[in-house]
């Protein structure tokens, strides 16, 4: 047996797994221009005709803000070990730098008090994608200034917290920041150049050793420091040496390119030729910045929803007859600049963003990543978003997303018995919320939120999740 014990023929979970829900400032707040919040690129993009589903903005999201006491105790009667949430940039430090709003330092106060009065520990990510647009207007993540900035910011917030949160994640998934948001224009702020990804992608790490030197300097071993990043399971379409290429170009790109600079202190050489004509691209880089971003982290923080296939583009169509279906990026793409096609499993069982579901992807990259890097992880967003509504009894029955969750945590435990050291796991998410370029249009919650009224109902699947932590462990059959 192992170090966790069957539970009525069930699997189990070390004593001291974490079991917690996440959420980001800007998707669940709301408050959106009060108490000396300012604007951010989210707000602006929003704003911005096309950009986003409907026109919709997170204006008034969940109304977290407002809503906070009642918020932490849905939390407590969840029975949450942990909870992740993300700190408005704006709305601390307005400009970006400089002037400290205290109105909105002390949210944030009572937020962590009231967490630890009910026995959550509270996770603060810094950076959950909401620039203030004062530092955007000054070049963004495409000039050093904003990871100045960022180490600045991160000073603030721990001089005022540190003394009652023990875990840091600096950054969340850089690699949508810098590849969604500066080379495909689909999230803020909009700009469709590759060499200002990679830029921006670099100045995100500097940024992120910013906030490691600000944590350790300000906290000393009071604090655990990571980052938390969406890693890839990436999986060529076939053997062919081509479909073999181009996946490992995507993984350069989704994973490599974060885990050799932050672990080995190294940009893959690969990926360096591969990205030499993207100006500016690596050019940004300084000496002495690879050494700062490799400096030690405490863990790693995995986010993980589906795993991709990938061929070369020549060969899409032909996957086909391997049950495959995708089609050639379109030229001056993303993927056609790794000269690369994602692909799709016919008859594939999806969630309604259309994302494949395949908890043998979680199993595979938590092996892969556990057994490459020297810190425990955290599986520190996973869920799905599915068609949930409330029936005419008021009941939201979420069977999808429990089983969903369900076998993704199962995956996570064989990847523990393959010698993981894995230390928690974290459902996306808390609530349904503003899901980016969706607007409100796609529910990932535990807990349903009426946005018309913000009326909280807890769904099947909340039920499901607190029976779950407080066996600490899953029941014997899956699903």
Same mark, same amino acid.
């Given at each position: 047996?192992?170090?966790?014990?069957?539970?009525?023929?069930?699997?189990?979970?070390?004593?001291?797994?974490?079991?917690?829900?996440?959420?980001?400032s800007y998707q669940v707040e709301g408050a959106a221009g009060e108490d000396g919040r300012s604007e951010s690129i989210w707000d602006r993009f929003c704003r911005e005709p096309?950009?986003?589903?409907?026109?919709?903005?997170?204006?008034?999201?969940?109304?977290?803000?407002?809503?906070?006491?009642?918020?932490?105790?849905?939390?407590?009667?969840?029975?949450?070990?942990?909870?992740?949430?993300?700190?408005?940039?704006?709305?601390?430090?307005?400009?970006?730098?400089?002037?400290?709003?205290?109105?909105?330092?002390?949210?944030?106060?009572?937020?962590?008090?009231?967490?630890?009065?009910?026995?959550?520990?509270?996770?603060?990510?810094?950076?959950?994608?909401?620039?203030?647009?004062?530092?955007?207007?000054?070049?963004?993540?495409?000039?050093?200034?904003?990871?100045?900035?960022?180490?600045?910011?991160?000073?603030?917030?721990?001089?005022?917290?540190?003394?009652?949160?023990?875990?840091?994640?600096?950054?969340?998934?850089?690699?949508?920041?810098?590849?969604?948001?500066?080379?495909?224009?689909?999230?803020?702020?909009?700009?469709?150049?590759?060499?200002?990804?990679?830029?921006?992608?670099?100045?995100?790490?500097?940024?992120?050793?910013?906030?490691?030197?600000?944590?350790?300097?300000?906290?000393?071993?009071?604090?655990?420091?990571?980052?938390?990043?969406?890693?890839?399971?990436?999986?060529?379409?076939?053997?062919?040496?081509?479909?073999?290429?181009?996946?490992?170009?995507?993984? =350069?790109?989704?994973?490599?390119?974060?885990? +050799? $600079?932050?672990? &080995?202190? %190294?940009?893959? @050489?690969?990926?360096?030729? #591969?990205?030499?004509?993207?100006?500016?691209?690596?050019?940004?880089?300084?000496?002495?910045?690879?050494?700062?971003?490799?400096?030690?982290?405490?863990?790693?923080?995995?986010?993980?929803?589906?795993?991709?296939?990938?061929?070369?583009?020549?060969?899409?169509?032909?996957?086909?007859?391997?049950?495959?279906?995708?089609?050639?990026?379109?030229?001056?793409?993303?993927?056609?600049?790794?000269?690369?096609?994602?692909?799709?499993?016919?008859?594939a069982k999806r969630t309604a963003m259309g994302w494949e579901v395949d908890p043998s992807g979680l199993e595979e990259l938590l092996v892969r990543v556990g057994r490459e890097?020297?810190?425990?992880?955290?599986?520190?967003?996973? =869920?799905?978003?599915?068609?949930?509504?409330? +029936? $005419?009894?008021? &009941?939201? %029955?979420?069977? @999808?997303?429990?089983?969903? #969750?369900?076998?993704h945590l199962r995956a996570a435990r064989r990847a523990m018995d393959a010698g993981v050291d894995l230390r928690g796991y974290f459902a996306w998410s808390l609530m349904d919320?503003?899901?980016?370029?969706?607007?409100?249009?796609?529910?990932?919650?535990?807990?349903?939120?009426?946005?018309?009224?913000?009326?909280?109902?807890?769904?099947?699947?909340?039920?499901?999740?607190?029976?779950?932590?407080?066996?600490?462990?899953?029941?014997?059959?899956?699903?």
């Amino acid at each position: 047996m192992s170090d966790a014990q069957a539970i009525d023929d069930g699997v189990g979970f070390p004593e001291g797994f974490l079991w917690g829900a996440a959420t980001a400032s800007y998707q669940v707040e709301g408050a959106a221009g009060e108490d000396g919040r300012s604007e951010s690129i989210w707000d602006r993009f929003c704003r911005e005709p096309g950009r986003v589903l409907h026109g919709d903005t997170g204006d008034v999201a969940c109304d977290h803000y407002h809503r906070l006491e009642e918020d932490l105790d849905l939390m407590a009667g969840l029975g949450l070990g942990a909870y992740r949430f993300s700190v408005a940039w704006p709305r601390v430090v307005p400009e970006g730098r400089g002037r400290v709003n205290a109105a909105g330092l002390d949210f944030y106060r009572r937020l962590v008090s009231g967490l630890r009065e009910r026995g959550i520990v509270p996770v603060v990510t810094l950076y959950h994608w909401d620039l203030p647009v004062a530092l955007d207007d000054e070049g963004g993540w495409l000039s050093r200034g904003t990871a100045d900035a960022f180490g600045e910011y991160t000073r603030v917030v721990a001089g005022e917290l540190g003394d009652a949160v023990g875990k840091w994640i600096t950054l969340n998934e850089p690699w949508c920041s810098a590849w969604l948001g500066y080379a495909m224009g689909v999230h803020a702020p909009g700009h469709e150049d590759l060499g200002e990804a990679l830029a921006a992608h670099h100045h995100l790490l500097v940024a992120h050793a910013s906030a490691v030197s600000a944590l350790r300097s300000e906290l000393g071993e009071r604090a655990e420091v990571g980052i938390t990043l969406n890693l890839g399971a990436i999986r060529p379409a076939s053997d062919h040496p081509d479909d073999v290429a181009a996946a490992r170009r995507v993984d =350069g790109n989704h994973n490599r390119i974060f885990l +050799d $600079p932050l672990f &080995a202190g %190294r940009y893959p @050489e690969d990926m360096v030729e #591969l990205m030499a004509s993207w100006r500016p691209g690596l050019t940004v880089v300084r000496d002495g910045d690879l050494e700062a971003i490799s400096a030690p982290l405490d863990f790693l923080g995995i986010n993980f929803y589906s795993p991709a296939t990938v061929s070369a583009p020549e060969r899409a169509t032909a996957s086909v007859d391997a049950g495959l279906i995708g089609s050639t990026p379109e030229a001056g793409s993303f993927g056609a600049a790794h000269r690369a096609a994602t692909l799709s499993r016919i008859g594939a069982k999806r969630t309604a963003m259309g994302w494949e579901v395949d908890p043998s992807g979680l199993e595979e990259l938590l092996v892969r990543v556990g057994r490459e890097v020297p810190v425990p992880l955290y599986v520190t967003e996973n =869920g799905a978003a599915c068609e949930d509504y409330r +029936d $005419p009894s008021g &009941a939201v %029955r979420d069977t @999808e997303r429990i089983e969903y #969750l369900d076998s993704h945590l199962r995956a996570a435990r064989r990847a523990m018995d393959a010698g993981v050291d894995l230390r928690g796991y974290f459902a996306w998410s808390l609530m349904d919320n503003f899901e980016w370029a969706l607007g409100y249009s796609k529910r990932f919650g535990l807990v349903f939120v009426d946005y018309p009224t913000g009326e909280r109902t807890l769904k099947q699947s909340a039920a499901w999740y607190r029976e779950v932590i407080g066996r600490n462990g899953l029941p014997g059959a899956a699903g």
